[in-house]
């Protein structure tokens, strides 16, 4: 009987900071996208320009798509409610932008090293959203909350 009490402790003890790990792999998560996002609301023009159809035609949808993303996910992703799905629509926005601002194999020379390390960032990035996309919020969420009620 002890040997069983034991592991019921030892596997509570494990879920609770695996719960604590979650919840700040999200916190952390976050800054990123806001930072983005926001940089992006007050540079609007300047973002739509960067993106294929520029400031006048497509950029603009591609600019505001990419702001609610970045804002709308990021918030799902700190409130840890909708984290697995936030966490997936984050994992295939990283992947494209990676893929469109950081092609370290077609920089210039003084570029590669910068945009391998961008790169690789993003691709650490990814790893760490398709965590939060296998285990979802966890315990300390608003998801989990509303749950228990």
Same mark, same amino acid.
């Given at each position: 009987m002890? #040997?069983?009490?034991?592991?019921?402790? +030892?596997?509570t003890t494990a *879920?609770?900071?695996? @719960?604590? #790990?979650?919840?700040?792999?999200?916190?952390?998560f976050v800054p990123l996208f806001y930072y983005s996002g926001i940089g992006k609301v007050l540079a609007f023009g300047v973002t739509a320009s960067r993106l294929? @159809? &520029? /400031?006048?035609?497509?950029g603009n949808l591609l600019a505001?798509? *990419? #702001?609610a993303i970045e804002l709308g996910c990021g918030t799902a992703l700190l409130l840890g409610i909708w984290a697995?799905? /936030?966490? /997936?629509?984050?994992?295939?926005f990283t992947i494209v932008a990676t893929l469109m601002f950081h092609?370290?194999?077609a920089s210039p020379e003084t570029?590669? +090293?910068?945009q391998t390390v961008?790169?690789?960032?993003?691709? &650490?990035?990814? &790893? &760490?959203?398709?965590?939060?996309?296998a285990f979802g919020a966890g315990p300390y969420s608003l998801q989990a909350a509303l749950a228990r009620r």
């Open positions: 002890a #040997i069983s009490a034991e592991f019921d402790k +030892t596997t *879920a609770q900071a695996n @719960g604590v #790990i979650l919840l700040f792999a999200r916190v952390l294929p @159809g &520029g /400031a006048e035609g497509l505001a798509g *990419a #702001i697995r799905q /936030a966490a /997936a629509v984050l994992i295939g092609p370290f194999w570029q590669v +090293t910068l961008q790169f690789l960032k993003n691709v &650490g990035l990814v &790893g &760490g959203l398709a965590l939060v996309a």
